[in-house]
């Protein structure tokens, strides 16, 4: 990465900036590019995964997003700076540039911190009520503008048929050493279709939604623990509202990382569960219909069965899609997921007495 020549395409003021590695996301490339120590003299570099996106439809979204984020949290008398993702655009007014080894975007720095694990049940609380709060904003935007970035992002049917199609190639030929993890995904086929087939038939509203809603996706304040922003809007899309329950729930319900290898220390903490359902509950309001809330439970399982899925594929695939730091990376990933999805199978029928008592 030359950062001389892409600071040459911006106005920011300041000199011999320093840039480092931040952040724990699995898709860009995120630094930290810092002109001193104040906030307003850093900066979040990223550069864009440009073999899953195409980088000037994603821009052309995310730009019309965070307007209307900016606009309606102006005209509420908060402040956009810090509570919105806020591109800075270059001199001639746009949104990225391309230089010969890729793409890259600069975002105003938001002085908070992200948690790869919910440390306070409050924390997991103020969580799910700024999901909920996004999920009221983004229904006032008019979806039909945005590109479907990701085309059928969260369709699992979808999602199988990758899968199948990558475990019969086995070009690593790595299935052999995970038959009990591939039997896991496959005896479980019939999940797919149970959200998509409601979303199809209208029984289930399709909404304009975040569609990544992990813990580490939002940014809390350093000293008061708040909420700050709803951040890594890259796959805002048309989506449902049991999607963005589902994944938030299943990152943020692990006692422990999405990544460890002991799974003794991976379990589903449904304190946690109850926790969010009150918060996102209570912040969504009349913003969800009863045929939404009936399948929040489910598709907390549903999203971490898909996720692992796509864990999964990608181990067989050759480790290609997400960001991997070292051997096996998402295996663990995917038998974390798998560790979860045994643990809320046995206690569904809790996981659905909360939804219901907490909607009464
Ligand atoms: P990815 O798509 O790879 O997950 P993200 O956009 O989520 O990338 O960024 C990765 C991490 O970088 C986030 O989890 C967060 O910790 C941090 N981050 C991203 N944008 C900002 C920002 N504007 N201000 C502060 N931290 C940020
Ligand atoms: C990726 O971008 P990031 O790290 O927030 C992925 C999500 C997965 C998640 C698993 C665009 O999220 O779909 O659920 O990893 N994002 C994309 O941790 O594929
Ligand atoms: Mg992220």
Redesign the pocket.
Known sequence: MNLNEILQYYSINGQNPSCTPYGE????DTMLLAFGCGTSEKYVLQKINDR?FDVEKLMNNITLITDFIRAKTASRGGNPDRECLTVVKTKDGKSFVKTEDGYYRIYIFIDGVSYQVVKEPKDFYRCAEAFGRFANLLAEFDATQLFEV?PK?HDTEKRFRDFTEVLEKDVCGRAKGVRREIDFVLSRKDYCGRIISKLKNGEIPVRCTH??T?L??VLFDRTTDECIAVI?L??VMPGSLCYDFG?AIR?GCNTST?DDKDLRRVNFDINLFKTFVEGYLKAIGNGITAAETGQLAFSAILMTYE?GM?FLTDYLDGDH??RTARENHNLD?ARTQFKLIEDMERLLPEMEKIVADCRK
């Open positions: 996301g699995h898709i860009n899953l990701i992002f569609n990544d992990k580490n996706n890594d890259d796959t994944d990152f999405e996720c796509r899609y997400f990933r």
